[in-house]
């Protein structure tokens, strides 16, 4: 299954070929109670070739979709149209009123950039079903836009993962094989220059999968418990230091007891393994490294902080801290991807709280964050 398909709540994912032809047609996790689906009719159609606007008997709505498809083209908004007329797998309940559906589609391409298809979600929708109007049909923000946000959110992680992949595995193999097979002709400066395109390549590859990761964190669903955040640091330091190379200098550790939270844990250890692993990392090159975890005192809601001694850095320049792929210090210098403070701020936004930092060049960095907007009892007890 492909990212775009994968979480479809209340939708449809499609696919076709260059030639229009459907080749996928999946379902979401949550269909519509008032839709049911013969399986065995749905798999004859799509074996015989059907294609997309064929699911509509309607001429016009047809003839528009066949029009767009023909001609390349995708839409830039969410096509409203008629119940798909022509597909009899697709079984509608008694008492429904308004059967319709929104479609989006995007643009496929294959490795070669060329045209390969079109690929959406269709969100079934209707009014009303015995009697009782459909919640959210005609709220400002119903559930099928909803959907329709969230497919279109799917729809670009697909295009990351596959369509921007597909031409930078062309450039990475390419370059491979001219290295490997030309590698007397080219001599060492030519050869410098391949290591250098493989090399951006292969970077390239990362910040994909860094902003695919952002991207699945802001689909994941929040799930607040008592957090015993003492206790989570301990285990993520133990891990960290672990790892660290021999001759590296001790480290000392400070974890402020007691502190508690109501968060969503595997969002909140996403956090602390951020901010602990940069201060380790950072604090990394001076001789008595210090790396603390604390919560400020009398403070409501709790400010939890993450401080080392380490590089610091110019509080001019803090505005680019959260964003995507900006650094403060060279990939040399301090390896990383430039999305792990924007991963944590998105989570720290999600539970309602703010982050924010204090630093100076050469003195270390200061993390504070909460994570919940109202006053709430929370922190060390």
Same mark, same amino acid.
Request: contains cysteine; charged residues 15%; proline residues 4%.
């Given at each position: 299954m492909t990212p775009l398909q994968h979480g479809w709540h209340a939708g449809w994912y499609w696919q076709t070929d260059a030639a229009h032809r459907l080749t996928e047609l999946r379902p979401g996790a949550d269909l519509p109670d008032w839709l049911t689906v013969d399986w065995d009719a749905l798999a004859a159609q799509l074996d015989g070739g059907l294609m997309l606007w064929q699911m509509? %008997?309607?001429?016009?709505?047809?003839?528009? +979709?066949? &029009?767009?498809?023909?001609?390349?083209? $995708?839409?830039?908004?969410?096509?409203? +149209? /008629?119940? /798909?007329? $022509?597909?009899?797998?697709?079984?509608?309940a008694d008492g429904v009123v308004d059967a319709r559906c929104h479609v989006r589609a995007h643009v496929r391409l294959d490795e070669q950039a060329r045209f390969a298809g079109f690929q959406g979600v269709l969100v /079934?929708?209707?009014?009303?079903?015995?009697? %009782? =109007?459909?919640?959210g049909a005609h709220d400002g923000e119903s559930s099928d836009t909803l959907q329709l946000r969230l497919a279109e959110q799917e729809a670009l992680r697909y295009a990351l993962s596959h369509d921007l992949r597909a031409p930078l595995r062309v450039i990475d193999g390419f370059a491979r094989i001219v290295k490997e097979? &030309? %590698? #007397?002709?080219?001599?060492?400066? !030519?050869?410098?220059h391949l290591d250098r395109v493989l090399a951006a390549a292969a970077r390239m590859n990362g910040m994909i999968d860094a902003? @695919?990761?952002?991207?699945? @964190?802001? !689909? =994941?669903? *929040? #799930?607040r418990s008592d957090v015993d955040l003492s206790a989570m640091a301990h285990d993520i330091l133990a891990d960290l230091l672990a790892v660290r190379a021999p001759d590296a200098p001790s480290v000392q550790v400070v974890v402020a007891e007691g502190m508690l939270a109501s968060a969503d844990e595997p969002l909140l250890r996403r956090v602390l =393994?951020? +901010? *602990?692993?940069?201060? @380790?990392? &950072? #604090?990394?090159?001076? #001789?008595a490294p210090r790396v603390e975890m604390g919560c400020m005192p009398a403070t409501n809601p709790a400010v939890y902080f993450v401080r080392d001694n380490g590089a610091g850095f110019d509080m001019q320049h803090a505005d680019k801290l959260f964003g995507m792929f900006q650094r403060l210090h060279s990939a040399k210098e301090f390896p990383g991807s430039g999305v792990g403070l924007a991963g944590v701020q998105a989570i720290v936004r999600r539970h309602g709280g703010r982050i924010w930092a204090e630093a100076a060049p050469g003195q270390g960095a200061c993390f504070y964050f909460t994570l919940m907007g109202s006053r709430a009892p929370q922190g060390p007890r």
């Open positions: 509509w %008997a309607a001429a016009d709505t047809s003839a528009r +979709l066949r &029009y767009h498809l023909q001609h390349q083209q $995708a839409w830039a908004d969410a096509l409203a +149209l /008629p119940w /798909p007329d $022509a597909m009899p797998a697709w079984r509608v /079934p929708q209707c009014a009303a079903w015995g009697g %009782a =109007e459909v919640a097979d &030309y %590698a #007397s002709s080219l001599g060492k400066l !030519g050869a410098d902003v @695919l990761a952002q991207a699945q @964190l802001s !689909g =994941e669903a *929040l #799930s =393994e951020n +901010l *602990l692993g940069n201060a @380790l990392k &950072y #604090s990394g090159k001076v #001789s």
